[in-house]
């Protein structure tokens, strides 16, 4: 499946401004209602925050890509970084609620790696029928909008909108991803 | 004897500039959008003076509206590197002969054309994987 939108940049703090401005802009064009897209801002921020802080040495930003679709009624973004993988910090200068803000904010979120072993944090938002109506990205007079889906207040409700297994509160969790293959998902929602 | 405190740098005196910003996108009503606001961010980091980043929207307006007549398949693909008082645009996932059918679609009667009016040093490049072309111009500041 064709991305709607990739961007492609240097992780470094001051791009994921740029990252912000380009998903106000889908919104826009897509009319997606402006608390969704706030929620989809907040998300990718952190999960590009997340690569900027712990994927790369300082001094030698490795690439950060975002892609975005819209299929079926719901917006997916992937966050992917190639860093080492997604493990507990304990001596993160944050406080530690990144990933579980990404899971209340989205529908469903996986994290694991792609078949280039890069590290992925996979999103979906629901797009909602009579609060934000979405176009057709690539063109077409058909609206992409659908309605029933809700956004889990949990993030661990929502079903993964590529096939795999969604994230789910209370699963036994898997913490870290270093070396870890496609199907290895961790639960973002469980306390690191 | 107290030691010198060395001032911590302005950040907005001397922006980092963003570095080279890959952008591909569906040639539809996403396309204009996003990379008017992808190119702002890009331009501003690279202290483009106020009167020539508007002329550069302008260029990104009409790049995005005449160049998805042109593309290969479905999507668009820019490439946005910022250099010495100038940014390079890169549009690519242009079909074979797409670059000069998107400069010949960008004549406007009484305006001339808006691509070659507000760029410089434009070129056609084949498309690193052989298939179709990139159309390569340079946005000055000066």
Known sequence: MMPDMELALPARAENIALIRHAFGALGEALAVNEELLSDVRLAVTEACSNVVVHAYDDDTPGPLEVLATVRDGALTVVVRDEGPGIAPHPDSPGLGLGLPLIASLAESVQLGRDEQERTEVCMTFPLIDGIGQAANPSGGNGSAAVGGHGAAADGGNGSAADGHEGASSGSSARQGTAGAGQDDRIDPTSPT | ?142
């Open chain 2, 1 to 142: 004897m107290s030691e010198a405190v060395k001032p911590e740098p302005d950040p907005s005196s001397n922006p980092a500039p963003i570095g080279r910003v890959s952008l591909r996108v569906a040639s539809g009503p996403l396309a204009g959008p996003v990379l008017g606001r992808v190119a702002s961010m890009v331009l501003a980091r690279a202290s483009c003076p106020l009167d020539r980043f508007d002329d550069a929207l302008i260029l990104c307006d009409a790049i995005s509206a005449y160049a998805p007549a042109h593309v290969r398949d479905s999507h668009l693909s820019y490439t946005l590197t910022a250099q010495e008082r100038a940014v390079e645009l890169r549009v690519g996932e242009l079909r074979p002969g797409g670059a000069a059918g998107l400069l010949e679609d960008a004549k406007l009667p009484n305006v001339g054309n808006v691509i070659e009016r507000y760029s410089e040093q434009r070129r056609v490049e084949q498309a690193k994987d052989g298939d179709g072309e990139e159309l390569v111009l340079t946005i000055p500041f000066a």
